[in-house]
């Protein structure tokens, strides 16, 4: 494991799979500009790797994120407060922005800004007895983390005022009939389902996997056809690729495909 920054945040590397770890168990990894600006570094690290084709963010110890750290919150809004409040805006731009496929395992803990950590991932694990909402409007704020921005856009804005506004958390199988979750999952197996579903995104080829995930993450920020037109051109950057062929041809032999990401 390496421990990354200020040492709060760590990346296991594991051939084509990169495990990001949130490094502060003694606190339930809860987040301080130093931890936030370690996992960036960690998240800028894995999207610089050719050899990454997936990529998990996990809690080191047996929580997930217990949120912001209660005392840098105190803090902040303090008149010679010199903390930085654009760090975990970035960090969500950084981990969204990741080429890789980035899958979220949430055990037992992922309140506020947690819930917003995981937002920008592409896919969420979650455990069954996990703690999952938005409670800012009972901390006399509103989840501004993208909080009211990216979740509508995964669940739609009905179940987005449900969760925003009434601060409660969201059982874990409600949040997968929403689409908020992909998978729920006994607490003591979060992790380690989350590391074979990156386990399972890596034996794609990784060019398409990458310019998919481009595509999809345009599909709400452009009219259609523009969309349309931006999915063809990343398509047509794959055509003349070694794993376009090799996907084929595996195909046409009954063999499995061997991707180089060439």
């Known amino acids: ?34 931890l ?22 996990l809690g080191e110890g047996p929580v997930f994120c217990a949120g912001m750290d209660l005392e840098m919150m105190r803090d902040r809004v303090e008149p010679d407060s010199e903390i930085d409040r654009d760090v975990f805006p970035a960090l969500l731009e950084t981990i969204e922005e990741t080429r890789q496929p980035v899958v979220a395992g949430i055990k037992r803990a992922a309140p506020a800004g947690a819930f917003e950590l995981t937002l920008p991932c592409d896919f969420r694990i979650i455990g069954r007895e996990a703690r999952y909402g938005l409670l800012e409007v009972q901390l006399g704020t509103f989840p501004h983390g993208g909080g009211t921005q990216r979740l509508p856009r995964l669940v739609g804005l009905s179940n987005a005022k449900r969760i925003v506004l009434t601060g409660e958390f969201v059982d874990p199988e409600a949040a997968a009939e929403m689409g908020l979750v992909h998978e729920v999952v006994e607490t003591d197996a979060v992790d380690e389902r989350t590391i074979a579903f990156a386990d399972e995104l890596c034996e794609n080829a990784p060019l398409g996997l990458r310019n998919a995930k481009k595509a ?33 041809e595996a195909r046409l032999e009954d063999r499995e495909p061997e991707f180089r990401g060439e």
């Open 1 to 34: 494991m390496e421990s990354i920054g200020t040492g709060l945040a760590a990346i296991d590397w594991n051939d084509a799979r990169a495990d990001v770890y949130l490094s502060r168990p003694e606190k339930r990894n809860a987040m301080t500009v130093d």
């Open 36 to 57: 936030m600006c370690d996992l960036s570094e960690a998240f800028e690290r894995v999207d610089d790797n050719e050899d990454v084709r997936a990529a998990t963010l």
């Open 216 to 248: 999809l993450n345009a599909a709400f920020e452009m009219p259609l056809e523009q969309g349309l037109a931006y999915e063809r051109q990343l398509g047509y950057e794959l055509d003349d690729t070694d794993d376009y062929r090799e996907g084929f």
